[in-house]
């Protein structure tokens, strides 16, 4: 069982940055990749990106690809999510989910049915 805490986020302008995280307790997940999602407002659960277990290898959705940095730090079973260059329409609940432990997941890892655990959520909103 893993529990996923996000938090970082709140009111940024268009342009800003913002810098989410998502803690781990319960089993560790070092092993295992983690995965960021978003979801605005009247929209389905969208991809943002993953990062595998080891943080050599990180992968983005093309609507935030140059202006998003996955990261982890696995000695405080932290991921990150570095947001810059923000634009309104990254406004939404930012969630990071983890698969169960041994699940063999399809690359590039973006449908929300593959993972097992999920953080509550944190509301980013992007002013114009």
């Known amino acids: 069982q893993v529990t996923l805490v996000e938090s970082g986020g709140g009111l940024v302008q268009a342009g800003g940055s913002l ?10 997940f070092s092993n295992s990749i983690v995965s ?5 407002p009247g929209k389905e659960r969208e991809f943002v990106g993953f990062i595998n277990a080891s943080g050599g290898r990180t992968y983005y959705a093309d609507s935030v690809k140059g202006r998003f940095t996955i990261s982890r730090d696995n000695a405080k079973n932290t991921v990150y ?13 930012y969630y990071c989910a983890v698969p169960r432990q041994g699940k063999v997941l399809l690359f590039p890892y973006s449908r929300p049915s593959e993972y097992d655990y999920w953080g509550q959520g944190t509301q980013v909103t992007v002013s114009s």
């Open 19 to 28: 810098r989410l995280s998502c803690a781990a307790s319960g089993r560790t």
């Open 36 to 40: 960021w999602f978003r979801q605005g």
């Open 81 to 93: 999510l570095q947001m810059d260059s923000v634009k309104p329409e990254d406004t939404a609940l």
